[in-house]
């Protein structure tokens, strides 16, 4: 089944229980505190992780095409090596929370900026667009620039529940964060997005996930095997006209590392080599976060079926 099918895409998935398990999870934390909570929801995700063979395979399918693509045979996929990407799921899962509850110290944190773009944050100039993955830990990446920065952040989503998060959110304490709904880039959305980098502030958005609905997508080479990878940042940069940088945040050797790296100063397109040009922006950024795979092999949490298969690529 194609990787961006009705029937198993990751938006259906995970529209129907992420905002529930993530309010039950941050009211638990308030309430117990990480230690007891820890047990509990490594329990749910073992649940998952043994009714769950869609998800099962999806990971073991990753492991292999990250082992011969890296030639690293040592990631070849075992049901021991499946189950602690499951588990260092559920250990993201606490982090997260954790550094929105300050529990999670940023000086903890360990950031590797070689271009510098930190310095961009508060010198008045004008903001720019991060692509982030499903790698990693992304929102300690988020609260580094709410806490830490008070930089103003806008989380470009596709969920239909963005409202809801914002509210969880904002009883975490997470008051610079803000998730926008970008189901369709309509006229009011791009003069809101270009109106908010011009006061400084930065956009997110993940460079692995093609939204359900509307979902333009470029198939491109991802761990040596054709994927389906949206063109949603690519487009936005074109019609915005920013900067684009790369964020990661990876935990190595137990400590989280947030990685900065400027990607584009611009993406240059227009409706006759639209679809090259996406394609070529995308396929670089696939291998840019294949390379980072490499360096946090167990953090990449995409559980569905992601490379497409021979019947869904057009003849």
């Known amino acids: 089944m194609s ?28 309430l117990l505190g990480r230690r007891p909570l820890t047990p509990l ?15 099962r395979a999806s990971i073991a399918e990753y492991q292999n095409n990250l082992a011969a693509w890296g030639q690293r045979p040592e990631l ?15 250990d993201s899962l606490l982090d997260k929370l954790d550094v929105w509850n300050g529990r999670l110290p940023l000086q903890q944190l360990q950031l590797v900026d070689p271009d510098e773009l930190r310095a961009s944050l508060h010198d008045g100039s004008r903001g720019q667009l991060l692509v982030g993955a499903h790698l990693g830990n992304l929102e300690v990446c988020r609260a580094l620039a709410e806490l830490g920065e008070r930089v103003r952040m806008n989380v470009l989503v596709h969920t239909k529940h963005a409202e809801r998060f914002n509210r969880l959110l904002g009883e975490s304490g997470a008051s610079h964060l803000r998730l926008i ?18 006061r400084g502030e930065w956009l997110a958005i ?8 509307g979902a333009r997508h470029a198939v491109v080479d991802f761990l040596g095997h054709p994927a389906a990878f949206p063109q949603g940042p690519w487009l936005l940069a074109g019609l915005l006209q920013c900067p684009v940088s790369l964020v990661h945040c990876l935990k190595i050797d137990g400590h989280y590392q947030v990685r900065l790296e400027h990607f584009a100063d611009s993406v240059q397109w227009t409706r006759r080599d639209r679809e090259r040009v996406i394609t070529e922006w995308a396929q670089r950024y696939a291998q840019r976060l294949g390379e980072h795979c490499l360096d946090a092999p167990q953090q990449w949490f995409n559980f569905y079926p992601f490379w497409k298969r021979d019947d869904d690529i057009p003849a």
């Open 206 to 213: 993940a460079g692995d996930r093609v939204p359900l609905h």
């Open 181 to 198: 709904q970008v189901s369709e880039l309509d006229p009011a959305i791009m003069l809101q997005l270009a109106e908010r980098l011009e």
């Open 41 to 55: 929801l490594y329990l749910i995700v073992l649940y998952f992780f043994i009714f769950g063979r869609r998800a």
């Open 76 to 90: 070849r996929p075992t049901s021991g090596s499946v189950l602690r990407q499951f588990l260092a799921f559920a």
């Open 3 to 30: 990787a961006t099918g009705a029937k198993g895409h990751w938006a259906k998935q995970g529209e129907r229980g992420s905002f529930l398990l993530m309010r039950f999870t941050a009211a638990a934390v308030r």
